[in-house]
């Protein structure tokens, strides 16, 4: 049995809800097939009161071992840097995660908020939100840069908004069953197993892409076209399993019409939301994309661009997700 | 960041609430309730773009997402008087009801039910087979109720690309442009759901059979008419609570409110704050003392008397004002919550607490004279008039939706005419001000948002946790879940499991860290932390 506790800061609940939705492993699955003790969480946990509290405490002082320390949302550091504004259990939550991540085998990271501070880090930051590793791209966040596990391992990363279930459940799997040694982690920390390829990979938009066919408009707009151009999609800049690993085992924004807002990314939400940043392509001389593909030039990629316009076939320029 | 402790009242979502309750001879006399976490939502949405509401308002909530998507697009709507598609409103109005077809299992099973398995409970003639259906992760029906639970969210995301958290209703319509196979495979996975769950686990019978109860007396009658009835958790549900006491406390006010939700799609094409309570399918409303009310949201005020912002009194949210005191400063003026006490001020009654909530929505629904697309419904009215409201009628009252939601999405996916429009690009108008709302599956939502300069000058959202959990008003008049939990019975006070009852009927959205008073030795005798969400 690999026990586990999971705790919430300034979160939403979203991860617990994306977690809830996991079929393959489901979330009751880590519980009867896997040995996963979920010894406590804020949304399905049993005990109460002075007993929840003798079991936070029990884990917290290492007298009961703690195998995964799973954290939601972000570490509330305010008001200066008191951590009050999120106080649980009677004491501050960020002196909770530091008792308890620093007891832990393994310490998981779920979600934008608990990785890099998310939406409630966004300018003007009104709680102190920091990640645990991490507060946007720069390192150290609550527990600071150099910080490890008691396995010797930094804070795993599980990045998205919400991470999708099936990324949590499987490395709460991998583990819980011995197999940390195979999660391979990128230099954000997150499992190169699922962050390696980008939001795109896997995209029904991918050949409008390639032909540089952009969606004009959305609603039936959307029949046709790559949301790149226009929309504001960030899939070619964005790492996720998104188009390969689907939502809710049906679809995934971009395939749905929605641009990828790069919620994997540690500066969503991107432009911290400025006028005319949402759902618009930001573009230099009004016409090239700001931001191009990872690892593209503006030079290249404005003659690819020009090429493949040019050679681009008809039925690139028309509908093809049609009733 | 010293001028961080200045934060919106977000108080009013997800996060931590204190009570506080007073006990005497082992009955709760008093309550206080304390929202204490908070994120600054409103304050990251001032000066940003008018549609970054659509990417952050999701995010208040992980529960509810796609309940703050709807309010807000809808605000934003009336805001840029918008031409919306009614193919639209119909996407609109099934992925609204979906979230919500997921909230009601995974409510019921994981954060309600398996409180009836506790030991509190021993005694009950029942409780072996309570512990049998409800233990979490292992219960027969809380292991299907919470797996089946996520099948009406993969509706959501054939047209929004996931749940939770897509942004995909925009002003003028929805992003998505669906096709014959994903109607078709929407269709399949609703009716999968509804009989794998909704009837066989669930009613132990067929949906309409279900929605023939129009009384209390028919519900009772229900139970004992065959062995399907009485032995599916429904029916279970129903004995054991009325064995246990769940329908003896948790009263409240008796007061409701609805800002109602699902709009007619010929009738809101042009949505506007004043055309919508006709366009609405499930109706909004007041009912006070008895007497039912138009719902109007200039009529809506949020006091701050007992909160931790400057001053006191009540405001409507278009001129909400926040301007947060440090909490050790508002203790000493008598403020003990970060949530602000929404009110509803009824012409010539006064400003009145209101419950938010699906026995809101039903009592609402038993409103006389509906338009002809209007949902009417008894039922509830009906209980609440001869029962009286409780712990169990709120609890039934939310589990009832699943039938009549069931069929509102079913038709409206019959409905959508994929050759049409699904958007009409809108004019992006630098100024402006919406009001857009709809019901959360735990009640009324609302935002107002004002734009200046192509950028949100104010706004405001008001949830339905804050309508139950909010503390005391200006007139010293308890909040609605404060006063549900006067008259409460504390059968042991070191696990007073009847409180958790209580503020998870109301389905707050809240981890609530409860503290128990003595009424005489004023001496802690618990605390506990009540499992909530949104």
Partial sequence: MASLLWFQGGACSGNTMSFLNAEEPSACDLVTDFGIDIAWHPSLGMEMGENAQRLFWSFARGERPLDIFVFEGTVIMGPNGSGRYDLFADRPMKDWVTDLANQAQIVVAIGDCACWGGIPATAPNPTDSVGLQYLKRNKGGFLGADWRSKAGLPVINIPGCPAHPDWVTQILVAVASGRTADIALDDLQRPQTFFKTFTQTGCTRVQYFEWKESTEEFGQGTRKGCLFYEMGCRGPLTHSPCNRILWNRQSSKTRAGMPCTGCTEPEFPFFDLAPGTVFKTQKVFGAIPKELPEGADHLTYTAHAAAARVAAPKWAREDMFVV | MATDLHISPLGRVEGDLDVRVMVDDGVVTDAWTTAGMFRGFEMILKGKDPQAGLIVTPRICGICGGSHLTKTVYALDTAWRTEVPPNATLIRNIAQACETLQSIPRWFYALFAIDLTNKNYAKAKEYDEAVRRFAPFVGTGYEKGVTLSGKPVEIYAIFGGQWPHSSFMVPGGVMCGPTLSDVTRSIAILEYWKDEWLEKEWLGCSV???????????????????????????????????????????????????????????EYTHPTIEGRNRALITRSGVYQDGQYYEFDQANVREDHTHSFYEGAGALHPFDGRTVPVDPAEGQKQGKYSWAKSPRYEIPGVGMKPLEAGPLARQVVAGKPDPLPWQDYDPLFHNAVTTIGPSVMVRVMARMHEAAKYYKLVRSWLDQVDLHEKF????????????????????????????????????????????????????????????????????????????????????????VCTVHVYDAKTRKEMSRFVVNGNC
């Fill in chain 2, 423 to 510: 958007y009409v690009k809108p004019v992006e108008h630098e100024e402006g001000q919406g009001f857009g709302a709809t019901e959360a599956a735990r009640g009324a939502l609302a935002d107002w948002i004002k734009i200046k300069d192509g950028k949100i000058e104010n706004y405001q959202v008001v949830t339905p946790t804050a309508w139950n959990i909010g503390p005391r008003d200006g007139n010293n008049v308890n909040g609605p879940m404060e006063q549900a939990f006067v008259g409460s019975p504390i059968a042991d006070t070191t696990d007073p499991v009847e409180l958790g009852h209580v503020a998870r009927s109301f389905d707050s959205c809240l």
């Fill in chain 2, 208 to 266: 309409d059979r279900w929605l023939e109860n129009k009384t209390w007396d028919d519900v009772l009658a229900w139970v004992e008419e065959n062995e399907s009835h009485y032995n599916s958790d429904c029916g279970f549900f129903i004995r054991y609570a009325m064995e246990t006491g769940l329908d003896k406390f948790g009263a409240g006010f008796g007061n409701y409110f609805a800002t109602g939700t699902f709009w007619n799609p010929d």
